[in-house]
């Protein structure tokens, strides 16, 4: 979860621009009708960013509808998505560029973005199949494999990239804890939206209503399994060296240094890899762990 830029323009000329390039004698007698209409529900929309749940539906006819969805006919598709595309202010791209080149999915911040979604669903609200506020870059599963209508209403379950202030508030919280196995120490995660957070009152529910349909702690923590090996490995890696333990002093800046390397790669507070390295800080058995790791490994017998 995270923030985007809204992509600006005028969408009523937008719109307009469309109807007056349609060649499809079917719709543009409807589309024409509907302007007036459309400029309405624009500014409804525009009204209501904070609480899109509000927006009502319109009765449309079902040639209203056709035709309000044509304007995603396959040619024009390509054309108005490319350039909502490239009106993504260069702030994401750049960000992007610095970690590993791809644009993730501000639904769940783990697969790379590649589909428009329709923040509400075209189905339901063919008004806003072209309007670009209702339109967010997203991944493949978050498009279609997750989200359906009654993820936006009555009760939205669903963050919106552009209007909630999800950057501004530290929502997403991760809690790495020991616990023993069998006499063998193992670490625990638990990712979990503070309930605590600040910022706006309706922020923290819908943040975990979005949390938990978008099933993101289990994701968060299968994707933590590749972070938290780097990090035995780079310890074992280090006592190896220099045949001895670190000290609890020496771990806590390592880990510092890791930390800090982290946010300013990925800035964005709510980010997962963030989350999970103040976990990692705060955990007060780390070192006890780390060592306990690196001394079973060193006691197993070299392979034949
Ligand atoms: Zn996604």
Known sequence: MYNVPLPNGDFYAQYNSVVDGKLDLEYISALTDLKASIKYRYAEYEQSKKNLEAVPEVSRTAGEAKALLSCYSPSLKQRLLSELRDRLPKRITELAKTVDETIRCPYCQLEPAGRWD????????????????????????????????????????????????????????????????????????????????????????????????????????????????????????????????????????????????????????????????VGIQACSDLLAYLMERCDRARARPPLP
């Open 118 to 277: 329709h923040f509400l669903p075209s189905g339901r609200f063919p008004d806003f199949a072209m309007y670009s506020p209702n339109l967010i870059y997203v991944c493949e599963p978050c498009n279609s494999g997750i989200k359906k209508d009654d993820l936006v209403s009555p009760i939205r379950s669903t963050v919106n990239p552009y209007y909630d202030a999800l950057d501004s508030t530290s929502l997403l919280e991760c809690v790495v804890s020991v616990v023993k196995v069998n006499d063998e120490r193992k670490l625990l995660l638990n990712f979990a939206i503070n309930n605590k957070a600040g910022g706006c009152a309706y922020l923290v529910p819908l943040a975990i209503r979005h949390f938990c349909a978008y099933g993101l702690e289990a994701k968060f923590i299968s994707v933590s399994a590749e972070e938290l090996v780097g990090l035995i490995n780079d310890y074992h890696f280090m006592f190896g060296l220099r045949g001895r333990h670190l000290t609890q002093v020496e771990l806590d800046a390592w880990v510092e240094s890791k930390r800090s390397s982290i946010r300013t790669l990925y800035p964005s507070q709510n980010y997962w890899k963030n989350a999970l390295w």
